[in-house]
C-alpha cells in the first residue's frame, strides 16, 4: 500500500468516527442512522476505499457502541458488503447503477446486525420484537441512509474525483 493509499485512507476512517460520532445516539442499536454509512459508497469509485471505510467502521464502533461484539459483527457486515459491491462492479457500467447496487446489498445485508442485536443486545424489549421486524427496522434505517448518499455522493464525485483522490 502506498503511502497516498494510507493517508487517504485514514482521513477516510477519521471521517467515518467523526460523523459517527456526531450522531451517536442514532447510530446504534434498534433504529439506526448512522450517516456515516454513506462513505460506503467510496468503493464504487475506487477500491481502494475499502481500508478506510472499514477502519472507521472498526474504530466507531469499538468507541461508542453499547455491545462490545458489535465491533466483529459491524466490521464483517462492512467488510462483506463493500466486497460484494467491489465484486459486482465489473460488471456493472455507470456509478449511479453500482451506488444502487451498493445500497441493496448493504440493505439486505442488515440482516446481520439484526441478528447480532437480536442474540448479543441486552434490552428486554427486543426479546418481544420479532426478528423480522428488527430487520426491516435496521434495514429500513440503513436504505434511507445509503439511498440520501447516492446523489451527495455522485455531486461530489464531480468535484473531487474520488477515483484520483487515492
Given at each position: 500500500m502506498n503511502v497516498r493509499t494510507m493517508a487517504t485512507s485514514g482521513v477516510i476512517a477519521a471521517l467515518y468516527v467523526a460523523v459517527t460520532f456526531l450522531i451517536v445516539p442514532f447510530g446504534f442499536m434498534l433504529?439506526?442512522?448512522r450517516v456515516s454509512e454513506i462513505f460506503n459508497h467510496l468503493?464504487?469509485?475506487n477500491k481502494k476505499y475499502i481500508f478506510g471505510i472499514v477502519i472507521g467502521v472498526l474504530v466507531a464502533n469499538f468507541l461508542f457502541s453499547p455491545i462490545l461484539v458489535d465491533v466483529v459483527f459491524g466490521v464483517f457486515h462492512s467488510l462483506l458488503a463493500l466486497s460484494?459491491?467491489?465484486?459486482s462492479a465489473k460488471f456493472i457500467k455507470g456509478i449511479i447503477k453500482r451506488m444502487l447496487?451498493?445500497?441493496?446489498?448493504?440493505t439486505i445485508l442488515m440482516?446481520?446486525?439484526a441478528y447480532q442485536l437480536?442474540?448479543?443486545a441486552d434490552i428486554p424489549d427486543y426479546n418481544g420484537i420479532p426478528f423480522l421486524s428488527v430487520y426491516l427496522i435496521l434495514a429500513l434505517g440503513e436504505f434511507i441512509i445509503m439511498a440520501i448518499g447516492v446523489p451527495i455522493m455522485y455531486?461530489?464525485?464531480?468535484r473531487l474525483d474520488f477515483k484520483k483522490l487515492i
Amino acid at each position: 500500500m502506498n503511502v497516498r493509499t494510507m493517508a487517504t485512507s485514514g482521513v477516510i476512517a477519521a471521517l467515518y468516527v467523526a460523523v459517527t460520532f456526531l450522531i451517536v445516539p442514532f447510530g446504534f442499536m434498534l433504529v439506526q442512522f448512522r450517516v456515516s454509512e454513506i462513505f460506503n459508497h467510496l468503493v464504487v469509485f475506487n477500491k481502494k476505499y475499502i481500508f478506510g471505510i472499514v477502519i472507521g467502521v472498526l474504530v466507531a464502533n469499538f468507541l461508542f457502541s453499547p455491545i462490545l461484539v458489535d465491533v466483529v459483527f459491524g466490521v464483517f457486515h462492512s467488510l462483506l458488503a463493500l466486497s460484494i459491491t467491489i465484486i459486482s462492479a465489473k460488471f456493472i457500467k455507470g456509478i449511479i447503477k453500482r451506488m444502487l447496487v451498493n445500497t441493496a446489498v448493504f440493505t439486505i445485508l442488515m440482516i446481520i446486525i439484526a441478528y447480532q442485536l437480536k442474540i448479543f443486545a441486552d434490552i428486554p424489549d427486543y426479546n418481544g420484537i420479532p426478528f423480522l421486524s428488527v430487520y426491516l427496522i435496521l434495514a429500513l434505517g440503513e436504505f434511507i441512509i445509503m439511498a440520501i448518499g447516492v446523489p451527495i455522493m455522485y455531486a461530489l464525485n464531480k468535484r473531487l474525483d474520488f477515483k484520483k483522490l487515492i
